[in-house]
């Protein structure tokens, strides 16, 4: 079993749609990370949180630390926002190596 | 500012041959890292230098290795390169353990 559990795999979402991405680890950490990565590979860091809920624009990530778990959240969805959404555990120790990172969710949203 | 620098962008290889890759930080950011994302792995974790030290390194053999310069820049080099290295390598940087980290375009290196 992965450390770091995303679901779902793929996402299809009409334009306009509220999307949930759910992401589930079991390591301890000291932060949780999520990645939004576009065709062509670069990867740009939405948020890091490690209690919580923070929100940037129309995303918001909440993360419970008891029961291991983090969503991200998107509201009035746009199809600019089909991307690989990765969630990473940041393992103790505060240190980019300590990454571990889920397998993403594909998202695409039609409009 | 500038962002987080990798070259090249795209590069093919034969197997047997080495490949070095490069990577300029965000200016400030002594934290750098490498990691490696494959269609079947995803994403794995391959070394971690701060202010030019080795912090920590990943799960690979030691055909891979890495360092970084005074000024922060970092190459990683991979030696008897096999067709399983084909991957897209990424680079990020922060200021330091715990700060948000930034990532680079990637290298993508294609072995045949």
């Known amino acids: 079993k992965n450390e770091v559990e995303q679901s779902p795999q793929n996402l299809t979402a009409q334009e306009g749609e509220f999307i949930t991405i759910n992401c589930s680890y079991s390591v301890g950490i000291s932060a949780l990370h999520w990645l939004q990565q576009h065709p062509g590979g670069g990867i740009v860091s939405l948020f890091m949180l490690s209690s919580g809920k923070k929100k940037h624009g129309r995303l918001i990530a909440t993360i419970n630390i008891q029961e291991k778990h983090s969503s991200l959240h998107i509201t009035a969805s746009h199809p600019r926002d089909s991307a690989v959404y990765i969630c990473a555990a940041e393992a103790y120790g505060g240190s980019q190596g300590n990454l571990i990172f889920g397998k993403g969710t594909k998202l695409s949203v039609k409009p | 500012k500038a962002g987080v620098t990798q070259t090249p962008r795209y590069l093919i290889k034969t197997r047997g041959q080495q490949v070095t890759l490069s990577c300029s930080p965000i200016?400030?950011?002594?934290?750098v890292s490498w990691y490696q994302q494959t269609p079947g792995q995803g994403l794995q974790f391959l070394f971690e230098?701060?202010?030019?030290?080795?912090?920590n390194k990943g799960n690979f053999p030691g055909r891979f290795s890495g360092r970084q310069f005074s000024n922060s820049r970092s190459e990683m080099n991979v030696s008897t390169l096999e067709l399983g290295d084909s991957a897209l390598y990424l680079c990020?940087?922060?200021f330091g353990p715990g700060d948000t980290i930034y990532f680079g375009e990637g290298s993508w290196l294609t072995v045949v």
């Open positions: 990020a940087s922060s």
């Open positions: 200016s400030g950011h002594r934290s």
């Open positions: 230098y701060f202010s030019e030290t080795q912090r």
